[in-house]
């Protein structure tokens, strides 16, 4: 009988992994589970689809089961759900919410891409129709089946991360009166104070009431009940961050790690023999920190994915880790980071020195030049960078990746002045903004 | 007697060495001599004056002579030529032409910052009226004054590298029939041919006929006279490249190194003691071929610029050299390149693979997703990322920063695939594109 890997979980971790092992070995039989309705899909996609910008859903899946199944004879089984799992008698059990009956599937390799599931607080009406996570196709379609029959014209959006922030953005597009409501002191959390500032008033010039310090006591309809006040809200959007789907494998004796994720290797290989995770169920190695962490990104599921696909396959792949790099964007504000925050540094024990500067997307003198705003952070005294964050007009947000790869490097802010940088009026001022950030830094080591 | 600093070129490198050298040390007296009637000015934007984007040529003056002698107290004088140089004497003799005479002066410390100038081969015609270059804001006015009183309809580029290019759409856009003739097989000579073709696309794609491999034999009134037949115009742009205006150094008895460039240390010393040079007149370090090269760009006499002055000013700096960087727009192609070419990487040794890919700018899904197509090569064996090449929509050519950013890290392409770079669908496909360029090499080392 073939060997068989069994991979839980249909999205981008887990489908990348099924696909690099089928390359490299033709004999595995595949099987994927999954329990929603759809495979390989582009969630980053779903604010994008409600704005508009994307007509049908359709487009944001990269890879349907029946291209799976036809080009790499993955056997994809929907509506499909893992509930046990034995490593000793190496079993899966499934509930297969089509036919309505449970089966139990053994492996010889195992592969968990259980994603992560959005944060959902205990509160009263919590669970109310008009209350929506926006995780899954399937959260994508009830989301805007309920907006279009309700014709919401008020809508709360819980969180200011990557998420509370697109949505409100696209449900301004579409036409509502929309509020972020966001606990702490500022939105976007994952930059320092002063740049959030600054993405709190790109969200106010586009229409956004941004009401921060805002704790949510209760969802009624009609409205959002919080400490102090209320929110007019017909449509409820939770963009609160994930918590890892890790209970599955911590169940069957598999070691957790950072924040309830799957502990993993190098390898992308858990505590258990031949058991695999990749993507949002699992931690991953920050090379700045040096600490494990929780990062829920497309970019990282596809990266894991593949690595333990590789290894699965016969290859030998690593995942080096991440540094934090995100971006986003609202309305024309591009938003983007990577690195540790002041925060993060200061808990990982750094002594820091930082510049925030003020430049332009391309030569001041060149028709389209939007601001940009860009801070640096580095250590003091060794003058190593730490971390970066961007904020402005188009062609700001990928700037950033000039930081993420000299982070990698271990690049001082001395060697990040000296980088030789692509320059013309259509598309930089001469001094690259992200070097001029670092110039005035070093001046502070 | 206060300590004295000349400085030959009121450009770019010239005036950054200048500037830093005040802001460290007050006491200097600083002259600075230009032969021209600009200071510091952006030379890249000449093109974008042509084609209207900048509506004055004032505004490509980064920094004024006033600007220089009120804020800085250095002492600008226009239209004075250094046109000799006694390093035993420490005298510059300068040619006055505002008032038509002839001093000298004395110099402790000296900058060269001369610039270079453009490659005018010595062909039937070259010195009528209706021939230009383009290197400065003289040339700039010359060219403008003649395009609109002659109505210049029918325009000639001859040379098909950046400045050709630029030249080529600004005149396409002023309204022009514009042809341009490059002697050699491709435009755009540093890239590989199988990019510089995609260049061509875009070129005729804009309206611009191009002519390859078509050698020039007179400039004559209404034409301009090739090997093989002849192109109409009646006006002559001359894109052929630089060579650095290095004779006045020479002569003194500085050495010259790359391509006839002033050779300088990683400090931006020459070989005379208390003589510094930076800019288009010098030579740089190339970090992936390890040999001196002749590098005109802006970014790289800022950069040099700025060394210069801050080791005058009696700090401590290094120019680390550059990866050769570049890009540039056509129309609505932008155009990319970092390292070693394929040419460039086999005179200097090393054996290669490469991929070349296409994909998008954003998500394939997302409104506005132009195409990108990346080429990246890389030492066979090793995997050392030696250069690459992008040609693309809006949003493509400065993702080639994280190419020189890896190159000056020394990155093999595992590495790169490994990076950690910024994704959201407005910005980015979830695999950059360099990334799936980087990852389609390594299955080639």
């Known amino acids: 009988m073939a060997e068989r890997l069994i991979v839980i979980g249909g999205d981008v971790g887990g489908m990348a992994a099924a696909s ?45 089961p029946q291209e799976f199944r036809s080009r790499l004879r ?46 959902r607080p205990d509160l009263p009406g919590i669970d109310n129709g008009f209350v929506h996570g926006v995780q899954t196709l399937d959260d994508a379609e009830d989301l805007l089946r309920h907006a279009r029959e309700a014709r919401s014209t008020e809508v709360a959006v819980v969180g200011g991360g990557y998420i509370g922030l697109e949505m409100a953005e696209a449900f301004v597009r579409w036409g509502a009166n929309v509020t972020l ?11 320092d104070p002063d740049m959030a500032a600054l993405v709190e008033d790109a969200l106010r010039r586009h229409g956004v009431t941004v009401r921060t310090g805002a704790a949510v006591k209760a969802f009624e309809p009609g409205r959002v009940v919080l400490e102090q006040g209320e929110v007019a809200a017909d449509l409820v959007v939770l963009g609160l961050g994930v918590t890892p789907n890790s209970g599955l494998a911590g169940e069957a004796g598999i070691e957790l790690g950072a924040r309830g994720a799957i502990k993993v290797d190098r390898r992308q290989r858990t505590s258990a023999e031949g058991v695999w995770a990749a993507g949002d169920c699992c931690e991953s190695f920050h090379r700045v920190s040096q600490r494990a962490v929780h990062v829920a990104l ?60 003020e430049s332009s997307t391309r030569a001041g003198y060149f028709p389209g030049a939007g601001p940009i705003t860009v801070k640096v952070l580095a250590e003091k005294g060794s003058g190593r960078l730490l971390g970066g964050q961007i904020v402005g007009g188009q062609g700001a947000g990928k700037r950033i990746d000039v930081l993420a790869t000299a982070l990698t490097a271990g690049f001082t802010l001395d060697e990040v002045v000296d980088l030789d940088l692509a320059y013309a009026p259509p598309v930089s001022p001469v001094w690259d903004p992200v070097v001029i950030a670092a110039r005035e830094a070093a001046k502070l080591v």
Not at 77 to 101: F, P
Not at 181 to 191: A, K, Q
């Open 20 to 64: 690099q092992a089928r390359r490299r070995r033709n004999d595995l039989d595949i099987v994927a589970l999954e329990r929603g309705g759809w495979t390989s899909y582009a969630a980053c996609g779903i604010p994008y689809l409600v704005a508009g910008d994307v007509e049908s859903i359709d487009e944001l899946v990269v890879r349907s």
């Open 74 to 119: 993955i056997d994809v089984r929907l509506r499909h759900e893992a509930v046990g799992l034995d490593l000793a008698a190496r079993r899966v059990s499934v509930r297969d919410h089509v036919h309505e009956r449970d089966l139990t599937l053994g492996f010889d390799q195992l592969v968990i891409g259980t994603g992560a599931r959005p944060l």
């Open 181 to 191: 409501v966001e606990g702490g002191d500022n939105v976007m959390r994952t930059l």
């Open 298 to 357: 497309g970019t990282v599921a596809n990266r894991q994915g593949r690595v333990a696909g590789i290894n699965i396959g016969g290859g030998y792949a690593v995942f080096g880790g991440v540094v934090g790099t995100a971006v986003t964007k609202v309305c024309d504000t591009e938003v983007a980071r990577t690195g540790l925050s002041e925060a993060e540094a200061a808990a990982a024990g750094f002594e820091l020195v930082s510049a925030r500067i």
